[in-house]
């Protein structure tokens, strides 16, 4: 099927009303027949990937901290890693472009051979089989391509905005739509 999504951005729509959601991108590590798996890229915590992750303190990406990947299983610890220029770590299949699953229990300082930097999200966003689908049918998520920048953003209460303005068209218009539109 052409309609998986692994890899692309979903783009809360402003119709989309689920709090946990408002004006989330998600990057989709995983979309097949058996449901789908992202995490959301701009949700940034208070709490400092050294308080939670020490080890991991020097490959973590500007803001440092760890971001709420999504309301699924909130003690879960997903990271995403980009590999250094051509290198994907043993046993690591590509998510995007130099950017793949990391796993916390390695060593980060054999780690550190092939990324460049880390991004920890504690939970993630999880749908049932065909739910996704029917989510952006339903006009609820814009899917779109995602960058490797997008992961690592340095801004990521920017990111809805800046994703949706390089899209083409009506879609670019969209990232000028107001926080509140009953105050425009």
């Keep these: 099927m052409d309609a998986w999504h692994t890899g692309r951005l979903l783009v809360a729509t402003p119709a989309l009303e689920d709090p946990n959601f408002h004006r989330a991108v998600i990057l989709v590590l995983d979309h097949d027949e058996e449901g789908a798996l992202g995490v959301v890229l701009n949700r940034a915590s208070s709490l400092g990937v050294a308080e939670a992750l020490g080890a991991w303190t020097q490959l973590a990406a500007d803001p440092p901290v760890l971001f709420g990947g999504g309301p699924v299983e909130p003690d879960a610890i997903v990271a995403l890693g980009r590999a250094l220029t051509g290198t994907i770590g043993d046993g690591s299949t590509a998510i995007l472009e130099r950017i793949q699953l990391v796993d916390l229990d390695a060593d980060p300082v054999l780690a550190a051979a092939v ?42 209460d920017r990111l809805w905005r800046r994703v949706l303005r390089r899209q083409p068209d009506e879609l670019a218009l969209l990232a000028t739509y107001p926080l509140d539109p009953t105050t425009n």
């Design 115 to 156: 990324l460049e930097r880390v991004r920890v999200f504690a939970g993630y966003a999880g749908w049932a089989p065909g739910q996704l689908e029917g989510e952006i049918d339903e006009g609820a998520w814009f899917t779109v391509d995602a960058n490797p920048s997008d992961v690592f953003t340095d801004a990521p």
